[in-house]
């Protein structure tokens, strides 16, 4: 206000020196820039007129200096439309009288534009606008003007005009405008599917431009509370909570003192609303007390972010309210799931099939009642009720094949024991909507978990998705990993080790995400594994700690999902004992199961890898363990009996011992709790160590064809369960101890050898083999076959066997 009103004085004291058009223009200007301050900052029309009276007397005396110049006729004109003023007849001449003075006027023409829309001569308006445009294409006015003529009569272009001017540049109009737009097509969530839609929201990727654009429009004009509430809106639709959040807040700011308490009200519900969201209960609960909480929404939202505290007793009171209010069926529905869900929170299971139920003969009973139905029958473990919720569900949606409905059948059929069913119901949806990333995130996810032998397809799967959609790819990621892991992608014929590049890239796009690191740290140990097979050094020794760290600062203050992270907790602990074992560090790996063991006795899975990391140390100095050792060793694993891992490892412990008789009976009592909880890998890995033990006391020529005939059970077992290149192996070692000589000791060897599908290192050992049995039969051309097999695949120790059998 003050450099406006210095500047008048400039100007004034300039005319006194010499009186010129150009000069007495500005100071006209001058004045009517210090009206539009003043009437800004609230000053009263009277106020205003003086200075109005001398912009307009300065300004005519600049035309009446020089009437040729456009600038003044234009800035004349513009001053005669203030409302002040309202002498339209005068603007329309000098707007006109401008023109006539510079043909080429874009400026002129957009005011008589502006000068017709604002008396409602519409047509005339939008021909000013198009000769603007015509004369200037990159002006920015005449195209806001198009766009309010477009509002005006309800054209579908508006949005599209408006967007083009915030392309051209930045203006509060055009922002605004925009703005509004795209936020009111947002709210009609009838038109999704309309070419219009597609077209103004998501070709043209509009709701990041709008955001984009708004948010300059608040750094500018900065107490607009609808303009703070759109931009709440779009941040929201952009996952942007907490920025979401903070615009609405400064509208509810703005709109405190305002007449229009419903206003505000709305305000303080979409604040309340998105400070839940980002966790901020404490503050929501206040901020939805502080309106009268008589409307459907405030109680609701109120009711919420009781829920989410904790405060159950009083969620369901406010629910109950909520439900006292409300009017539609299908609002009493969504509120009576709540309810529900809130009893069973509070473990109160029967009362919450009884708000369930209650949905479910409503006239209409919606989906979302209908599967929490469905949800609460798989926690009751009542696949009776599961099924019947799911089947009334079904009868409620348009697409049988969506990805709650697939995920639902598929739970229902794991808790039946149906693993292939659950896998089948997965690539049924697949089929269906091959488009669906979510869909493929759960195949892959479902194969990890329930059939491992189909690994490869599970791993394509999460490909797949992963390729259509970042988000959904994220987690698919994980699930691609564990596929790769579990289908061997950390052999030694995989030189790149796919899996750990894998889990790494899913690490980096989802740090927060505990799984990932322990998928991770599984990843890491294969690999080490490998190394340890190679008779290389471990490149990770001292990984296995940080992991477990980064695993438990992922879990820190996560309170859903409590079973499936304290389950993750464990596992992740199990792998770092044994990580630690495996690479020479027992001592840390005993101090660590004692630290656990002190804060919570009551482990017996933590108490048995004590007693493995004990045991370790015992077994390496080759001594016979004492029978009060191995009775304790019995108790603890019998103390895990649903483990068969732990199984397993008390029949290596005894096998150690040359107690084969006790060590078949542990893999038998593995392979039999693998069976039981459907356990394929177990299953397999029972059996082939199973026939292993049986080969060695085999090869140690024990008399008895006890021996032999358990290697042919367990590994025509293990191939029924899936082709096993190791069992196939193992076949022929049984035989070439049995004839070393013999046409099928040849046979089955030349097939592991010759055939592919088999493991290089399976493949190595059978070249080993079938070289001393042609040796034996003195075969020298079958001999040269092998040997150039061998140069072939740069298999250096069957070159050197060659050299040393051929010496002799």
């Known amino acids: 206000e003050e450099l406006l009103s210095l500047g008048g004085r400039c100007y004034g004291r300039a005319l006194k020196l010499m009186s010129t058009s150009n000069t007495w223009c500005d100071l006209g200007i001058n004045y009517y820039r210090q009206v539009q301050h003043l009437a800004e900052t609230g000053s009263s029309m009277s106020d205003l007129t003086e200075l109005l009276e001398k912009s307009l007397h300065c300004l005519k005396k600049a035309v009446r200096l020089d009437s040729t110049n456009h600038l003044h006729w234009n800035a004349l004109g513009v001053a005669a439309c203030y409302r002040g003023v309202g002498n339209y007849a005068l603007a329309q001449h ?69 967007r083009h001017t915030t392309e051209l540049s930045m203006h509060t109009e055009g922002a605004i405008g925009y703005a509004y737009w795209v936020c009111t097509t947002l709210q009609d969530k009838s038109n999704r599917e309309t070419e219009l839609y597609q077209y103004n929201i998501l070709e043209m990727n509009a709701i990041p431009a709008a955001q984009g654009v708004l948010c300059k429009y608040v750094e500018r004009i900065q107490n607009s509370a609808s303009a703070f509430t759109m931009l709440g809106y779009l941040n929201e639709h952009l996952q942007l909570k907490k920025e979401a959040a903070e615009a609405y807040q400064r509208a509810t700011t703005l709109l405190h003192s305002a007449e229009d308490q419903n206003t505000y009200n709305v305000a303080v519900r979409n604040w309340g609303r998105l400070l839940c969201s980002i966790g901020d209960y404490d503050r929501a609960i206040q901020a939805f007390k502080s309106t009268p909480l008589v409307e459907l929404e405030d109680i609701i939202g109120f009711a919420l972010a009781l829920f989410m505290k904790g405060l159950y007793k009083e969620s369901g009171s406010a629910y109950e309210r909520a439900l006292a209010v409300c009017k539609s069926e299908q609002d009493k529905a969504h509120i009576l799931t709540a309810m529900a869900i809130v009893e069973y929170k509070q473990g109160k299971m029967d009362a919450a099939k009884s708000f369930l139920f209650k949905c479910s003969i409503l006239k209409e009973p919606t989906a979302e009642s209908l599967q929490a139905l469905c949800a609460l029958g798989l926690a009751m473990r009542d696949a009776t009720l599961s099924k019947a919720a799911l089947n009334e569900l079904l009868k409620h949606i348009k697409r049988r094949n969506d990805y709650h409905s697939c995920l639902l059948t598929s739970a229902i059929y794991a808790l039946q024991g149906r693993s292939v069913a659950v896998q089948r119901q997965a690539a049924k949806a697949v089929h269906s909507n091959p488009a669906d990333p979510a869909l493929w995130s759960l195949l892959s996810r479902i194969v990890a978990q329930y059939t491992q032998r189909s690994a490869k397809g599970g791993a394509v799967a999460g490909n797949v998705a992963h390729i259509l959609d970042l988000n959904h790819g994220k987690k698919a990621l994980l699930y691609t990993a564990v596929n790769q892991l579990a289908m061997g992608s950390s052999t030694a014929e995989d030189k790149s080790n796919t899996a750990l590049k894998t889990i790494q890239k899913a690490a980096f796009l989802s740090p927060d995400d505990p799984a990932v690191w322990a998928g991770l740290m599984a990843a890491c140990h294969a690999d080490d594994k490998l190394a340890l097979l190679n008779n290389t050094q471990p490149k990770r020794v001292d990984l296995y700690l940080a992991l477990r760290s980064a695993v438990a600062a992922s879990l820190k203050d996560k309170e859903i999902l409590q079973n499936y992270n304290q389950s993750l907790e464990k596992w992740s602990f199990s792998q770092v004992v044994t990580g630690l074992i495996d690479t020479g560090k027992t001592s840390e790996a005993e101090s660590l199961c004692t630290q656990s063991l002190k804060s919570n006795p009551d482990q017996p899975a933590v108490i048995l890898l004590l007693r493995q990391v004990q045991c370790t140390s015992l077994l390496e100095s080759q001594k016979p363990l004492p029978d009060a050792v191995l009775e304790e060793l019995q108790k603890t694993v019998m103390s895990n009996s649903t483990s068969v891992p732990a199984w397993q490892w ?58 032999s005939s358990l290697v042919q059970e367990a590994t025509s077992e293990a191939l029924k369960v899936c082709f096993s290149p190791l069992a196939v192996f193992l076949q022929a070692l049984l035989q070439f101890n049995r004839k070393m000589g013999a046409r099928e000791t040849r046979r089955l060897l030349e097939r592991i050898v010759y055939q592919t599908g088999y493991p290089s290192s399976i493949v190595s ?41 051929s010496a002799q």
């Open 94 to 162: 000098c707007f006109i009288k401008s023109i006539q003075a510079e043909q080429i006027n874009a400026a002129a023409w957009t005011n008589l534009g502006v000068l017709y829309l604002a008396t409602e001569n519409i047509e005339q308006a939008h021909e000013a606008f198009k000769m603007a445009q015509s004369l200037d294409p990159s002006y920015l006015l005449c195209w806001i003007g198009q766009a309010l003529i477009a509002e005006r009569v309800g054209s579908y272009d508006t949005m599209d005009l408006f």
């Open 765 to 805: 050992a059978a070249r080993w083999y079938l070289l001393r049995h042609l040796y034996a039969k003195d075969d020298p051309e079958l001999i040269d076959v092998l040997v150039r097999n061998a140069e072939t695949h740069g298999d250096k120790r069957i070159l050197e066997l060659n050299r040393k059998l």
């Open 650 to 707: 008390l029949a290596q412990v005894y096998q150690s011992q040359g107690m084969m008789g006790a060590a078949e009976m542990c893999y038998r009592k593995s392979l039999q709790v693998a069976s039981q909880q459907g356990n394929w890998s177990g299953k397999l890995s029972s059996l082939l160590k199973l026939a292993l033990l049986a080969l060695e006391v085999c090869m140690a020529n024990v008399s008895g064809d006890h021996w």
